[in-house]
């Protein structure tokens, strides 16, 4: 229902599902985020990139309720028209509301199979010890093998997830959160330490969530972004500095600088060195 007026629609096509509006936040007088305005559609793929120090880590914090805003709004937008102020709840809370977040380095469970990850994940019995005992229903079987065919595991259930490789334990726990059926995915550098091979299958991953989950991924590898970018968010400085394709980003500017004035730095602090 796009109003088709270039100056942006007064109708959306696709609803919100997150909106972060005028937000701060500062440590000890130095604000790493600031003035943030963030938009998320319903079913996004969204990238979000920026040197070290941008504050794209405090972003993250601040939507899972990690970190408290000193100023601005954070809202989830209920599929039925409810708003929820995210500045108040406790992470336990919003984790609940559906934001789940992947860490970089991946907490599986070792020594129990790649089957009883995704099987601990789901969230019914509340112990380990419990879960173990859970017989689960064949519709928690069938989400299992959905989540399995999708991580890229299916076929490989029965393996102890200690035996898999450092990529493969990365999209198990990616998986481990996707049997919960998140409203929100947050992705931390889901290509870090990974082979190119890897690398290509995460993109792959995380594009087939596309549609059904709303994904935030913070990334930095430029060639990774190439592979799964729709809108590019570009952070500096705690605030936005670009968003669009990333074409459009890549060819502006402020960007170029941001990128490509860090690297000539480092080019210059190696030659000195
Ligand atoms: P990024 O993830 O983009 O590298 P961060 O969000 O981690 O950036 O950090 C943004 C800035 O805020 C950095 O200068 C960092 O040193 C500072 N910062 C982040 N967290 C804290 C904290 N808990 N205490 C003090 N300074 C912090
Ligand atoms: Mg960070």
New binding site residues.
């Given amino acids: 229902m796009s109003d088709g007026s270039p100056h942006g629609p007064l109708y959306r096509d696709t609803p919100l599902i997150l909106s972060v509006s005028g937000v701060d936040k500062a440590?000890?007088g130095?604000k790493?985020?600031r003035d943030l305005n963030f938009y998320l559609e319903e079913g996004e793929l969204r990238t979000v990139i920026?040197?070290?120090?941008?504050?794209?880590?405090?972003?993250m914090?601040i939507l899972t309720g990690r970190?408290r805003p000193d100023r601005g709004t954070v809202t989830l937008h209920e599929r039925d028209g409810h708003d929820i102020d995210l500045r108040k709840l406790r992470e336990f809370r919003i984790n609940r509301l559906g934001i789940a977040r992947k860490f970089q380095t991946p907490s599986v469970y070792v020594t129990h199979t790649v089957y009883n990850n995704l099987l601990l994940s789901l969230n019914r019995p509340r112990s380990v010890w419990s879960a173990l005992f859970y017989r689960e229903s064949p519709e928690d079987r069938e989400r299992i093998h959905a989540v399995l065919a999708t991580i890229g595991l299916s076929g490989r259930e029965a393996e102890l997830a200690g035996a898999l490789s450092h990529g493969q334990k990365q999209w198990l726990e990616i998986g481990m959160l996707l049997v919960q059926e998140p409203r929100i995915l947050l992705v931390d550098e889901p290509a870090a330490g990974m082979s190119d091979e890897e690398t290509v299958k995460t993109g792959e991953l995380l594009l087939s969530l596309e549609g059904k989950h709303s994904v935030i991924v913070?990334e930095h590898d430029m060639e990774f972004i190439r592979q799964i970018a729709r809108k590019v968010t570009v952070?500096h400085q705690?605030s936005v500095l670009k968003e669009g394709s990333f074409d459009f980003v890549k060819n502006q500017p402020d960007v170029i600088e941001v990128y490509l004035g860090r690297q000539g730095a480092r080019e210059r602090e190696e030659a000195a060195s």
């Avoid at 920026?50 to 972003?59: E, L, R, V, Y």
């Fill in positions: 440590f000890d130095f790493a985020v920026g040197p070290n120090g941008a504050g794209k880590s405090t972003f914090d970190t913070i952070l705690g």
